[in-house]
């Protein structure tokens, strides 16, 4: 099945500064990746999703670019801000349901610092 | 109005117990969900319906029974509650089968004592 690693675990920057979360995927027949945010105490959100024929996607200041010769994506925020605080899950699915359709990383706990 | 929601928020019990969890979507979704998120923030399938019909069940233990009475609606009862099963509970729907675009529930807090 599909195995999905997603770095760093806790990842704190500065207000204002980029941050990046990287996630590699196992599975090259996977070709759909979907990034959820989950503030604390609260539901997965879904915000920014990728298919494999495309290699970069943005939505103003968040983005995410696509690899699939090397198996890894990664989200990009641009000029944080405190609301940006939260746990971000990577994704990645086969696209056709079943049991193996859609594995989640493990989770990064982004901290924005005043 | 709440896309998807499920109830209760907090449910604590006594080891041993049977407890259910209902959740309803007004999204007209076709597909339906559970997933599991433990201590450590996993986020883990346990089952999917579409249309009122079983499409994942994934390895958990048959004390976890899902019922979906119509495709709006997707219950979670859990027979001999263990200290394992502590954990948030969500309920999610898609509108196709790939688990894709999810909505989640605002979660179920279960606590095991």
């Known amino acids: 099945g599909e195995n999905v690693e997603q770095h760093p675990s806790t990842l704190s920057v500065q207000e204002g500064d980029s941050a990046v979360i990287k996630c590699t995927y196992s599975?090259?027949?996977?070709?759909?990746f979907p990034w959820y945010k989950q503030e604390l105490g609260k539901r997965p959100q879904l915000i920014i999703d990728?298919?494999?024929?495309?290699g970069e996607k943005k939505d103003q200041r968040i983005a995410v670019t696509l690899n699939k010769t090397a198996k890894h994506f990664s989200l990009h925020i641009t000029e944080t801000q405190p609301e940006d605080s939260a746990v971000y899950f990577c994704?990645?699915?086969?696209?056709?349901?079943?049991?193996?359709?859609?594995?989640f990383g493990k989770g990064t706990h982004l901290i924005i610092q005043p | 109005d709440t896309a998807v929601s499920q109830t209760p928020k907090y449910l604590v019990t006594q080891m041993g117990n049977d407890k259910s969890i209902k959740c309803e979507q007004n999204?007209?979704?076709?597909?339906m969900y559970w997933y599991k998120q433990d201590s450590k923030k996993f986020l883990k399938i346990m089952f999917s319906?579409?249309?009122?019909?079983?499409?994942i069940n994934e390895t958990v233990p048959n004390r976890f029974s899902p019922k979906s009475p119509d495709k709006a609606h997707l219950n979670l009862h859990i027979n001999s509650l263990e200290l394992g099963d502590s954990a948030v509970y969500f309920c999610?729907?898609?509108?196709?089968?790939?688990?894709?675009?999810?909505?989640f529930g605002s979660g179920t807090q279960l606590s095991v004592l």
């Open positions: 319906y579409n249309n009122k019909e079983l499409i």
């Open positions: 999204l007209g979704h076709d597909t």
């Open positions: 599975d090259s027949a996977s070709n759909y």
């Open positions: 999610a729907s898609s509108q196709g089968q790939g688990q894709e675009k999810l909505f």
């Open positions: 990728i298919r494999s024929n495309v």
């Open positions: 994704a990645a699915s086969l696209g056709g349901g079943g049991a193996d359709g859609l594995t």
